[in-house]
């Protein structure tokens, strides 16, 4: 059932994986793995509240796993980023903490390693941030995954307004990453924030043709897409790579299939094709029936 059910959330069958969620134990090693599952769904559709109690569940039933620990503190960093500011400190200390049990649980585990240091880099002293101490985990993850240490020490660069070491740190990312595709939509996603446009088309294409020879790093796609559309550069391209993206059989809950099938609604609308809007809205609900933007979201 929790395979099953894991294979639903990745294909971005949110109802689906619910469904088969409900049905598991209350307790035991199933049932927090379960609500660790469900946690997960609930952040794709983001619900943010349900997401925070069920990865809460999960950790409560098994505190000594890294990966609950992990997505307990992604849940928290979201519902703090939308929060008023003192619920948003509360949030926001209790995100660190969870970060930093789950690399203290597995201090191999590159995704605990680069949150916390994401979460190290932006948020400030009082809350437990601070540039030395992202620095450090930087120099762990050296030891882990040499392109996330990269992406990291080019994130702490651009914070400190030095592009030129961002942008060398990122063309090291892509160097080092054996599935570069992500790394090169992490440099593809700096030019756009540079206005570089004409360069971030470039690594958007090389982008894509990673992608597109690596089953494991179809998310590029989608997140290419996402790029294209938020600078307006290229609606139909944006467009094909979703539908490339949707096409592949192995989808991720990065990029959730319901969320990729409301954006490609939105550019068909754009670009005219009313029907063809409405079909992707119907595709998203048909996955995720109470999934928010695709309710709202008027086809014509």
């Known amino acids: 059932m929790l395979a099953q059910a894991n294979a639903a959330l990745q294909a971005g069958e949110a109802d689906k994986a619910l469904g088969l969620l409900s049905s598991l134990p209350s307790s035991g090693p199933e049932a927090a793995e379960g609500h660790n599952l469900a946690c997960r769904v609930r952040l794709t559709l983001e619900q943010w509240d349900a997401a925070g109690d069920e990865c809460d569940q999960a950790v409560k039933l098994d505190p000594q796993n890294s990966d609950y620990c992990l997505w307990l503190g992604r849940a928290q960093g979201q519902k703090a ?7 948003a400190f509360t949030l926001a200390k209790r995100t660190r903490t969870e970060f930093e049990e789950a690399v203290l649980l597995n201090a191999k585990s590159a995704e605990a390693l680069s949150d916390l240091g994401d979460f190290y880099r932006q948020a400030p002293g009082v809350v437990g941030g601070g540039v030395d101490k992202a620095q450090q985990i930087a120099a762990k993850l050296d030891k882990v995954s040499a392109s996330r240490a990269a992406v990291l020490r080019a994130q702490i660069a651009e914070q400190q307004k030095d592009y030129a070491g961002a942008e060398e740190q990122l063309k090291k990312a892509v160097a080092a990453d054996p599935h570069p595709a992500g790394s090169w939509v992490s440099l593809a996603s700096f030019y756009g924030r540079r206005q570089r446009l004409a360069e971030m088309d470039v690594a958007i294409k090389s982008a894509v043709s990673a992608a597109q020879k690596d089953k494991h790093s179809s998310v590029a796609l989608y997140d290419s897409a996402g790029l294209l ?15 490339q993206y949707l096409a592949v059989p192995a989808k991720s809950e990065e990029a959730p299939a319901f969320v990729a099938h409301l954006r490609l609604a ?4 754009q670009l005219g094709d009313g029907a ?5 809205r119907a595709a998203a609900l048909a996955l995720a029936h109470d999934y928010k933007p695709a309710l709202e979201f008027k086809a014509g």
């Open 81 to 87: 980023s939308r929060a008023s500011f003192m619920t």
């Open 266 to 269: 939105r550019l068909k609308l």
């Open 229 to 243: 559309t938020e600078h307006k550069r290229d609606a139909a391209l944006a467009a094909t790579l979703l539908e």
């Open 276 to 280: 063809g809007a409405a079909r992707e």
